[in-house]
């Protein structure tokens, strides 16, 4: 499996960014998926999940309500439509394969990672 992140770039504060994740493969629409950020010396951070049908979601804390992960299965591909951006969303944006639905928020829970996209907010 090979995941592709893209979508990323330099926006202001309060703009929109959707994520895409494109995988390889025809076992995509079989895996829960996630996404990840890490910011710049800081841990990689838990940001949102889907489960294999995209039924059910999971959000971080600080996501909810301006966050949306979703997925199109017959494209092989995942998005997170990023709402109200804070120069603290400032970080690499990972897509990955989850293995565990109920560890969807710990990243030992996933076994293939995309390479990130950058996301950088200004103020």
């Known amino acids: 499996v090979q995941l592709q992140a893209s979508g990323g770039g330099l926006v202001q504060a309060g703009d929109s960014l959707r994520l895409s994740c494109a995988a390889s493969?025809?076992?995509?629409?079989?895996?829960?998926m996630g996404w990840f950020r890490q910011a710049p010396g800081k841990e990689r951070e838990f940001v949102a999940a889907?489960?294999?049908?995209?039924?059910?979601?999971a959000y971080a804390d600080s996501m909810k309500g301006r966050f949306t992960v979703s997925r199109d299965n017959a494209k092989n591909t995942l998005y997170l439509q990023m709402n109200g951006l804070k120069p603290e969303d400032t970080a690499i944006y990972y897509c990955a394969r989850n293995i565990q639905w109920s560890r969807n928020y710990d990243s030992r829970a996933y076994d293939f990672w995309g390479q990130g996209t950058q996301v950088t907010v200004s103020s």
């Open positions: 493969g025809r076992t995509f629409s079989s895996f829960h």
């Open positions: 889907i489960t294999w049908s995209g039924s059910v979601t």
